[in-house]
Nanobody
Framework: QVQLVESGGGLVQPGGSLRLSCAAS????????MGWYRQAPGKQRDMVAA???????TYTDSVKGRFTVSRDNAKNTVYLQMNSLKPEDTAVYYC??????????????WGQGTQISVSS
């Protein structure tokens, strides 16, 4: 079964840094775009950053210059380096990826979510 497992969440002070990882596992043929979404209480889930197979990146305006998304295709893993964290970054962060299993087409998958809390 294909799954995305996230790690690296936790509590951090404003101005601090945190690095999230999301590893895909299972019968994987290829992985297309991978990315990160976040959802704060009472709000919808929004895209934070995404990266294509070839490394093209996209960021929501509020995190540009602070967050960096990257991937290691050999490890089927996507990362989100978060610097200069602000209280408004507090949310549950979800990994997302388009994954093609062997003998199948692409499907979209979500990680389990990890809580990021930015507070002093």
């Amino acid at each position: 079964q294909v799954q995305l497992v996230e790690s690296g969440g936790g509590l951090v002070q404003p101005g601090g840094s945190l690095r999230l990882s999301c590893a895909a596992s299972g019968s994987i043929f290829s992985i297309g775009t991978m990315g990160w979404y976040r959802q704060a209480p009472g709000k919808q889930r929004d895209m934070v950053a995404a990266i294509t197979l070839r490394g093209s990146t996209t960021y929501t305006d509020s995190v540009k210059g602070r967050f960096t998304v990257s991937r290691d295709n050999a490890k089927n893993t996507v990362y989100l380096q978060m610097n200069s964290l602000k209280p408004e970054d507090t949310a549950v962060y979800y990994c997302n990826a388009d994954i093609a299993e062997k003998l199948g087409g692409y499907r979209n998958y979500w990680g389990q979510g990890t809580q990021i809390s930015v507070s002093s």
